[in-house]
């Protein structure tokens, strides 16, 4: 943790005190976000795309990528609360890979067809309104004619427009491929920080009245360890799909992650709540 950038607002100095003492965790997501830099440099940078799957693989990870790098910034200025929103969507791309990966030709297709229907379904949503602004209408008119011709063929895979690309929810994603009840454990911890539900209040409290409105060391310690775990079992899922043969790296950075996860656990069971 010497190699820190500071953000433009205040962290007070009892933070970065707290911060330190979950530094091996901290370090080993450092190891973790290696793994990916060598995913791109080795397997995606400059290499051909040439299946479904392998377009479909490059995007979720990328996302998931981004993703995590924001939450780790997150936790590093206490911010973990925030994170841990962000584990939400980790999650759902680390199911939604895993789903397409279970039936990787028609999955990977669908996927990458329903853009462009999720836009006509949207746009028909704005259309349905009885009154637009002035404008408005004819604008989306535009809109339909452009999309509708790219659509028409593909509407008979998605007939619900509520149910997106995989015409199944995200439970029962999950419950397809043994999730279920990491959906029902965690998923709703990480949608409670996500939609501010009253579930979720503690970690933005401190006692019983006092709110939390700065960086605290609150929720950092997860918001670390499940924004490192989900997308390291989405490195993973991603390479062995795809057979970029680093299953032994992937390995050796959970054991680390996890023996780092302990040993702050065990050091400091106070910031680990």
């Keep these: 943790m010497s190699k820190y950038m500071f953000p433009p607002f205040h962290i007070p100095e009892s933070l970065f005190v707290e911060l330190k003492k979950l530094g091996p965790l901290l370090d080993a997501a450092v190891q973790v976000h290696d793994l990916g830099r060598r995913i791109v440099a080795d397997h995606f940078h400059e290499k051909p795309l040439d299946s479904d799957l392998k377009i479909v693989a490059y995007v979720i990870f990328s996302k998931g990528f981004k993703t995590f790098q924001s939450a780790m910034n997150l936790c590093r200025s206490g911010c973990g609360s925030d994170a841990l929103s962000l584990c939400a969507s980790l999650f759902e791309n680390y199911i939604d890979f895993r789903y397409i990966a279970a039936a990787p030709v028609r999955r990977s297709r669908r996927y990458i067809d329903y853009e462009q229907v999720e836009k006509y379904y949207q746009l028909q949503k704005v259309l349905r309104h009885k009154r637009l602004p002035k404008g408005r209408r004819a604008k989306y ?65 401190v006692g019983d009245t006092e709110l939390v409105y700065g960086p605290n060391i609150k929720g950092v310690y997860h918001g670390a360890l499940y924004s490192a775990e989900y997308f390291l079992k989405l490195c993973n899922h991603i390479q062995q799909s795809l057979h970029f043969g680093m299953t032994s790296e992937v390995r050796s950075n959970w054991d680390a992650l996890m023996n780092a996860a302990a040993e702050v656990q065990k050091a400091c069971p106070n910031l680990c709540k």
Excluded: M, N
């Excluded at 028409?152 to 929810?169: A, M, N, P, V």
């Excluded at 959906?183 to 409290?205: M, N, R, S």
């Design 141 to 205: 008119r535009g809109y339909e004619s452009t999309i509708r011709p790219q659509t028409i063929k593909l509407l008979k895979y998605f007939k619900d427009e509520t149910r997106g690309w995989s015409q199944k929810s995200l439970y029962q994603r999950a419950k397809a491929v043994g999730a279920g009840l990491e959906y029902q454990e965690l998923y709703w911890v990480f949608c409670g920080h996500k939609h501010t539900l009253p579930a979720a209040i503690g970690d933005l409290a």
